[in-house]
């Protein structure tokens, strides 16, 4: 099986900041790679797939790139509707996702 | 637009069985990966398996291979879940979730509201 590895667990941020969320994956997935957003007691909403293809809809704060087995989620200027919890999620086999990382308030 | 509505809350005893749906308006039925991910309280989101109504032959997570069965009925665009011999363990959210399929692998586009699932004696 493949797994997937986020880094940190937590990042504490403030409105405006850049943000990055690192995804590992244990050996290459070339780029089937989606990330998604949870807010509490909601599903997880679509942000990116194939590592770096926004949605639609998705606002272009929202960025990812990577290949092979390192892949990023970066947020250019975090506004306050972007506190959250964020999942990468593999698809070279199935479907393997990363423990999450929490975005909350500094 | 594509909605998928599951069915509701239920409290189950250890050792029972669940049957969870999942009922897809909007968009096409057929070509796309009925998925199942779960998530327990507080933790991440776990795969489960899936089922693609075109092809048939469903998929599972090694780790529920033999207590898990994934369905779909074209005629009602309706898929199900079901899951055997409940364990505490089992308490966790249960969502569907639409997903796009790329030869064995899927990431999921649209999401039910999902469907918390108590496993308590």
């Known amino acids: 099986d493949i797994q997937m590895t986020q880094s940190p667990s937590t990042l504490s941020a403030s409105v405006g900041d850049r943000v990055t969320i690192t995804c590992r994956a244990s050996q290459s997935i070339s780029t089937w790679l989606a990330w998604y957003q949870q807010k509490p007691g909601k599903a997880p909403k679509l942000l990116i797939y194939?590592?770096?293809t926004l949605e639609g809809g998705v606002p272009s704060r929202f960025g990812g790139s990577g290949s092979g087995t390192e892949f990023t989620l970066t947020i250019s200027s975090l506004q306050a509707d972007d506190f959250a919890t964020y999942y990468c999620q593999q698809y070279h086999s199935y479907a393997t996702f990363g423990q999450g990382t929490k975005v909350d308030i500094k | 637009q594509v909605h998928l509505e599951q069915s509701g809350a239920e409290v189950k005893k250890p050792g029972s069985s669940l049957k969870v749906s999942c009922k897809v308006s909007?968009?096409?039925?057929?070509?796309?990966?009925l998925s199942w991910v779960r998530q327990a309280p507080g933790q991440g989101l776990e795969w489960m398996g899936g089922v693609i109504p075109a092809l048939g032959t469903p998929d599972y997570a090694q780790k529920f291979q033999g207590r898990i069965t994934v369905s779909a009925d074209e005629s009602t665009r309706t898929a199900y879940m079901e899951l055997s011999s409940l364990q505490t363990e089992d308490t966790a959210i249960y969502y569907c979730?639409?997903?796009?399929?790329?030869?064995?692998?899927?990431?999921?586009?649209?999401w039910g509201q999902g469907s918390l699932i108590t496993v308590s004696s």
């Open positions: 909007g968009g096409t039925f057929s070509s796309y990966a």
């Open positions: 194939k590592a770096s």
């Open positions: 979730a639409r997903g796009r399929w790329l030869q064995v692998g899927f990431f999921f586009d649209f």
